[in-house]
């Protein structure tokens, strides 16, 4: 879903908007949406998941129309960013682990490193349910092949048959730098993790159990909003 905003001031790789909606009465309800592309003029795109029962994902997905118009503000985070390192003489590999809608902001990292040409390796670890779970699952499976990029869809639930690994939670072993991965000589990676609250601890935990610094380490958590 994309925004035209007039005079909006651009917006970095993993910050979000609040957007919300007001009825004719005066009741008002807000959610916080990652952007999922980078900067593009005065144009926002947000990824939504329709959830049952929810205020504001219902419209946004079903009822809004070409032309309709709400509040968006932001954009809204400093420290959840990507940016290619402008000096550095080797660009710094990075690590996204999403959870479930948390690939969101790691996909417009994703797409800004293919906007910028980057140099810098990137690795997806995405955490889903089963393959019907999967968000941008044509496009992931096009930069994965295309740009070189390596991306692995973990499932918790249900592996699709002929998947290798067994369903279940993310281990060590998932978030070790594979051997082929080319990050050999070149500064040490950062993470960055998305996803519900239980989640981003989990993979914390394991991260640093494999030698991350808390400095190397940014995460952003969710948790039930009812939308």
């Known amino acids: 879903m994309t925004f035209e905003i007039a005079g909006w001031p651009g917006h970095r790789a993993g910050q979000h908007v609040d957007v919300r909606l007001t009825a004719a009465d005066g009741y ?24 049952r029962g929810g205020e504001v994902s219902p ?8 032309g309709d ?3 968006v503000r932001g954009p809204i985070g400093g420290w959840f960013v ?3 390192s402008a000096k550095a003489p080797v660009e710094q590999p990075v690590l996204l682990v999403g959870g479930g809608s ?4 790691l996909m417009a990292m994703v797409r800004e490193r293919i906007r910028l040409d980057s140099g ?23 930069r994965a092949a295309d740009e070189g990029i390596l991306v692995e869809l973990l499932y918790t639930r249900e592996a699709p048959e002929g998947t290798l690994r067994p369903a279940g939670r993310v281990t060590h072993a998932d978030l070790a730098t594979p051997a082929d991965a080319g990050w050999a ?5 950062r ?24 400095h190397s380490i940014r995460a952003e958590r969710f948790g039930p909003s009812g939308d």
């Open 28 to 51: 008002s309800a807000q959610r916080a949406y990652s952007i999922s592309a980078p900067s593009d003029g005065v144009r926002v795109s947000i990824t939504v998941q329709r959830v």
């Open 59 to 66: 419209y946004l997905v079903e009822d809004m129309e070409l």
């Open 69 to 71: 118009q709400l509040e």
């Open 82 to 84: 990507w940016t290619p």
């Open 102 to 105: 948390g690939v969101v902001p």
């Open 120 to 142: 810098a390796p990137f690795r997806l670890v995405y955490s889903v349910r089963d393959a019907a779970s999967v968000i941008y699952a044509g496009e992931l499976a096009q």
């Open 185 to 189: 000589h070149r500064p040490a990676p």
């Open 191 to 214: 993470a960055y993790v998305c996803g519900p609250t239980a989640f981003v601890e989990h993979v914390i935990g394991s991260l640093r159990d494999l030698g991350y610094s808390d």
